[in-house]
């Protein structure tokens, strides 16, 4: 056992990124929006310095999203600085629905933050975000199977 066990790492944005993210979910608005994060490992946690829109293709794009395959496939053969992914939920709370948790295999180990964003209320600049990590979880016996824990989220203004 760990002095960190119990502990979420916390999660750090930009202030660019966060205005990016709002951004990007009112662009697509009422479709879900989706994009990867570019950050690195901090101390204490990680800090999310870039967004990188994407086009979602999902045949159902107001209640699902899939990232745009050559986007996508592109991204992860030339960002080694990926650290996460966004997507938005329009029309409901920013919590990992079923079908985002059925996702999480699909995505490799660079994958390490998962943030939900949805429109806010009036005043609170427009965008209500909830961050994750993507971990592991083995059991004996067992394929590991990717979970995700919520994270403390900080937005540093500089
Ligand atoms: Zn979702």
């Known amino acids: 056992?760990?002095?960190?066990?119990g502990k979420p790492q916390a999660i750090w944005l930009k202030s660019s990124v966060q205005q990016m993210l709002?951004?990007?979910?009112?662009?697509?608005?009422?479709?879900?929006?989706c994009g990867i994060l570019l950050g690195a490992a901090a101390a204490g946690g990680m800090l999310i310095?870039?967004?990188v829109p994407m086009s979602n293709v999902a045949p159902d794009p107001l209640h699902a999203f899939t990232p745009e395959p050559r986007e996508w496939v592109h991204a992860l053969y030339s960002q080694p600085r990926l650290i996460g992914l966004f997507?938005?939920?329009?029309h409901t709370e920013p919590w990992p629905s079923k079908a985002d948790l059925a996702g999480l295999p699909a995505l490799g180990p660079e994958f390490r933050a998962y943030l939900i964003g949805s429109p806010a209320a009036a005043g609170t600049g427009g965008l209500s975000l909830n961050?994750?990590?993507i971990e592991s979880s083995s059991e004996p016996g067992n394929r590991s199977t990717r979970i995700?824990?919520?994270?403390?989220l900080y937005v540093l203004l500089k």
Do not use: N, R, V, W
Request: proline share 9%.
């Open 1 to 5: 056992m760990t002095a960190d066990q």
């Open 22 to 33: 709002g951004k990007h979910l009112l662009t697509c608005h009422p479709q879900e929006a």
């Open 49 to 51: 310095d870039h967004y």
């Open 87 to 90: 997507h938005s939920h329009p």
């Open 131 to 133: 961050a994750f990590l």
């Open 148 to 152: 995700l824990t919520q994270a403390p």
